[in-house]
């Protein structure tokens, strides 16, 4: 199938799903073409947040098997990559400009959401610091400062729990 044959609506579907985009991504990438284990390491790093010397073996193989298996094939069935499952080789194809809206664009620069917290935290504090100086009532900037202080505490908590493997219930790791 040639890239001009495409429907938007296949479009949608092909790249419906998570692992299918980062693939195309990581192709892109890698010039066009890669080897199917630096691949899986790294849509496993993506999935979970990690850096890929951290991925673990049970993390690999899920999604190893689902590439493998699934997704590989059904990009291939598409004419978006040349897959060869048995020299574990991938191949994007010369339509790849095609894809681009269709790619999560940031996948490495995740926005540190625990330093802006801090910083705005911080910024309240020292405003209402010196919001104690022009006006004097020192309970007020007690209250304040308690109250921006319980702020960056609850920032903490919920970026520590969506780190994988946390275990605290405040959040859930987001995709």
């Known amino acids: 199938m040639s890239d001009t044959e495409f429907t938007q609506a296949e479009l949608f579907d092909v790249f419906s799903n998570a692992r299918r985009r980062r693939t195309v991504q990581y192709l892109k990438r890698q010039g066009g073409s890669c ?3 630096p691949l899986v390491e790294q849509v496993a790093a993506w999935e979970n947040e990690i850096d890929p010397d951290d991925v673990t073996r049970t993390q690999r193989r899920r999604v190893y098997i689902s590439l493998y298996q699934t997704h590989l094939p059904m990009l291939e069935d598409h004419g978006i990559v ?3 499952p048995d020299g ?3 191949d994007l194809l010369p339509s790849e400009d095609r894809f681009e ?3 999560d664009r940031h996948l490495d620069e995740q926005r540190r959401w625990h330093r802006l917290y801090a910083a705005v935290t911080a910024l309240g504090v020292v405003a209402f610091g010196l919001s104690v100086f022009a006006v004097g ?3 007020a900037a007690i209250v304040v400062l ?3 202080s319980v702020i960056l505490l609850l ?3 919920q970026y520590v729990s969506r780190r994988p493997g ?4 405040l959040g859930r790791p987001s995709r």
């Open 35 to 37: 080897d199917l284990a």
């Open 82 to 84: 040349d897959w060869d």
């Open 88 to 90: 574990h080789e991938i």
């Open 101 to 103: 809206p269709y790619l």
């Open 137 to 139: 009532p020192l309970t």
């Open 146 to 148: 308690g109250l921006c």
């Open 155 to 157: 920032s903490i908590a």
């Open 166 to 169: 946390s275990g605290l219930p």
